[in-house]
């Protein structure tokens, strides 16, 4: 028996549960102790203001990750996060850099996109938190901290358009895959980057009630889907993520493609849909609702156009 809990506070012990099975998983937090301390002590806060915030740090600490010299940490990370290493291409020992082991690749067939052209599916592998209807200009209150879709999404006039609607937030922690893809076929816009800072995403951080997701760096596409009307899909950078890579190429997408990659730290996806388009599963609204995120994985369904 699941316990409730309201869905704006913040986590009991970092629980999520896991949608192959229902049950609660307790989250292993990658340099959870750094990370409270930047967020809850004040010469840790001084240091997150002053340097490790700054896109320039970020970048430097990406490109230490892309080295070789990296490369010793990848075996305990694998073993600390107990990753499974069996869905992805190249084996443990065959990367170069630890960033190349972050971005790593799935091997064919571990993942399988709903078929169905009226289903939204997961764009990555995540812990997902749904929200339906969105009340206005405000996204939603996750964590204690509502999230404005003008700032989101860095237009007014397109936040109107997306009011009442639904979204899904989707967070990646440092043991997930994190290469993005397409949530469903259509005509992808070209990509656009909204600046700001890298603050941390994980649930430490956003237990503070920091402004963070409409804050963050972030990169903006649209999607114009036959089905599902537009949707908004954001990437939201995050502390020590060097950078956002988009692969895909704008103009026709389909469900499943990739989109791009985040390279090393945690990283969420956030997608927008216009208000009577797409309804969300039952059980990943039930779960928001008790408080929890969900794990999904890239390509399930999670969702479904309400014009049938």
């Known amino acids: 028996m699941i316990a409730r809990r309201r869905p704006d506070s913040p986590p009991a012990s970092l ?3 896991d949608r192959r099975d229902g049950s609660l998983q307790t989250e292993v937090v990658l340099g959870d102790a750094m990370v409270r301390y930047v967020y809850g002590r004040l010469a840790g806060r001084l240091l997150r203001r002053s340097i490790l915030t700054r896109p320039w740090f970020s970048k430097a ?20 996060l107990c990753i499974a290493m069996d869905d992805f291409e190249v084996p443990a020992e065959g990367f170069a850099s630890f960033n190349d082991f972050f971005t790593r690749h799935l091997r064919p067939g571990a993942r399988c996109i709903d078929p169905d052209a009226k289903r939204l599916v997961a764009p990555a592998d995540g812990r997902a938190l749904v929200f339906s209807p969105l009340a206005g200009d405000t996204l939603l209150p996750v964590k204690g901290r509502s999230i404005s879709l003008t700032r989101l999404l860095g237009s007014a006039a397109e936040a109107q358009r997306f009011a009442g609607g639904s979204a899904v937030i989707v967070r990646l922690c440092p043991s997930d895959y ?13 990509s656009h980057t909204l600046p700001g800072p890298l603050e941390s995403v994980n649930p430490v951080a956003l237990a503070r ?3 963070i997701l409409d804050h963050n760096q972030r990169d903006r596409t649209w999607i114009d889907s036959e089905h599902l009307g537009r949707v ?6 995050a502390l020590c993520v060097g950078k956002i890579v988009q692969t895909f190429v704008p103009g026709p997408v389909k469900a499943g ?34 408080g929890y995120e969900t794990l999904v994985r890239m390509g399930e369904g999670i969702g479904r156009t309400t014009s049938d």
Do not use: M, N
């Open 15 to 17: 629980h999520y549960i």
């Open 61 to 80: 600490y990406g490109q230490w990750q892309s080295s070789g010299a990296s490369r010793p940490a990848i075996s305990k990370v694998i073993r600390d």
């Open 178 to 190: 994190h290469r993005y893809h397409f949530p469903c076929a259509g005509t992808a816009s070209s």
């Open 209 to 211: 009630g920091r402004a």
């Open 232 to 237: 908004a899909y954001v990437e939201v950078g």
């Open 257 to 290: 493609l990739e989109k791009g990659y985040f390279a090393f730290g945690g990283s969420t996806v956030i997608l927008v849909c216009e208000p009577g388009r797409v309804r969300f599963d039952e059980d990943l609204l039930t779960t928001t609702q008790r």
